[in-house]
């Protein structure tokens, strides 16, 4: 059974800091790997979408890689400002070859960036 | 942008009630989700639908659940006898194929009391 783990829970940073947030997966047979933003009480915002094939994907200030033999993914935020704070959901999609896949989301990480 | 719309933004039922919470999925996606997410726990998978079927269900999608799609526009979810625990913020989502990435909409949080 895949299991999504992101580290750290919570993370809180000045202003102008780049930042790493990490994801974890059991099992490498995954489609594709998807991080979201999510603000409280808010819906899901895809920020980005990587391939099994892709190593990585950026937008903007943000850059994502996959390993998938290693099982990790890492979102990069490049000079972090208030307006990114709200919580990152890494989510793997797996699933039988002949069937329904489906997402397996981390339980996220809660980012807040300081001014 | 295309985005996946949800009503209602709030729903308040009483235990024992039935709920509907609607979507409107992205016009040209072929693909439906639900997922729920419990205050303060992972986002969870509850049933997708392809073809005005269900493809596949987690083991919290019992009887009590149902999904619709009633006509070209509409996805539902209904909760037959809603209980305490089926308080959640609901999502839907849906996607153009099974591996392209999903749009979710802003889901519907669901106060059972």
């Known amino acids: 059974k895949q299991e999504v783990t992101q580290i750290p829970a919570a993370l809180s940073v000045p202003e102008g800091e780049n930042l790493v947030l990490n994801c974890s997966f059991t099992?490498?047979?995954?489609?594709?790997l998807q991080w979201f933003r999510q603000d409280p009480g808010k819906g899901l915002t895809s920020l980005l979408l990587i391939q099994s094939s892709q190593r990585e994907q950026t937008s903007g200030r943000l850059n994502a890689s996959l390993d998938k033999s290693s099982g990790r993914s890492t979102l990069y935020i490049a000079a972090s400002q208030p307006g990114d704070s709200a919580t990152y959901l890494c989510?793997?999609?797996?699933?039988?070859?002949?069937?329904?896949?489906?997402?397996?989301f981390g339980q996220g990480t809660r980012l807040t960036i300081n001014p | 942008e295309p985005e996946v719309t949800q009503t209602p933004s709030h729903q308040v039922t009483q235990m024992g009630q039935e709920v509907i919470l609607r979507c409107v999925p992205i016009s040209n996606h072929l693909y439906f989700y639900w997922y729920r997410q419990i205050l303060g726990q992972k986002v969870e998978f509850l049933v997708s639908f392809y073809n005005n079927e269900i493809s596949e269900k987690s083991e919290i999608f019992d009887d009590q659940f149902s999904v619709e799609r009633p006509d070209g526009s509409n996805f539902t979810l209904k909760i037959r006898s809603t209980k305490l625990e089926d308080s959640a913020m609901y999502f839907c989502?849906?996607?153009?194929?099974?591996?392209?990435?999903?749009?979710f909409g802003s889901g519907t949080r669901l106060t059972v009391v």
């Open positions: 099992d490498s047979a995954i489609y594709n």
């Open positions: 989510a793997v999609l797996d699933g039988p070859l002949q069937g329904a896949q489906k997402l397996v």
């Open positions: 989502a849906s996607s153009p194929t099974t591996t392209y990435g999903y749009t």
